[in-house]
């Protein structure tokens, strides 16, 4: 557990680590995978440990303290991966609306079994109104 007033950038290291031991122990092979981040993680540091552990870094450039000319060139670069970029998006905008039901928001749960329930609740009612309508 970790405070809640550190900001996640400086946790993102033992983070990765962490994803990597327990890829190793699944035995999943995700070398080469991309590892999609928002522009707060955009640092050299960052990176460099995602190249290390062999993943492929796809963070929205963050432009600020650049010169103008860098600024297109990191925006060139990232250019070439922002169709995967844009998958990341189908997935946060999935957590927003899982976020309208409060009782996913805060688990009051203690079985498992009954909060994957309620997730399913949830899932049908927003697949529903998609296809009905908010109407009914």
């Not at 522009?39 to 190249?51: A, M």
């Not at 039901?101 to 109104?129: D, T, W």
Request: with cysteine.
């Amino acid at each position: 557990m970790k405070p809640v007033n550190k900001h996640d950038n400086s946790l993102f290291p033992e983070s990765l680590e962490k994803l990597i031991d327990t890829a190793s122990l699944l035995r999943l092979d995700i070398n080469n995978s991309y590892l999609t981040l928002d522009s707060g993680f955009d640092t050299k540091d960052n990176k460099f440990n995602i190249l290390r552990n062999n993943l492929i870094p796809v963070i929205n450039p963050n432009p600020r303290n650049c010169k103008q000319k860098k600024r297109y060139e990191l925006l060139d670069e990232f250019e070439l991966l922002q169709d995967i970029y844009k998958e990341r998006y189908k997935i946060e905008r999935c957590f927003a609306w899982q976020d309208k039901y409060r009782k996913l928001v805060i688990r009051y749960e203690r079985l498992q079994c009954i909060h994957l329930g309620f997730k399913y609740l949830a899932y049908s009612m927003i697949n529903y109104r998609l296809i009905f309508g908010r109407n009914y």
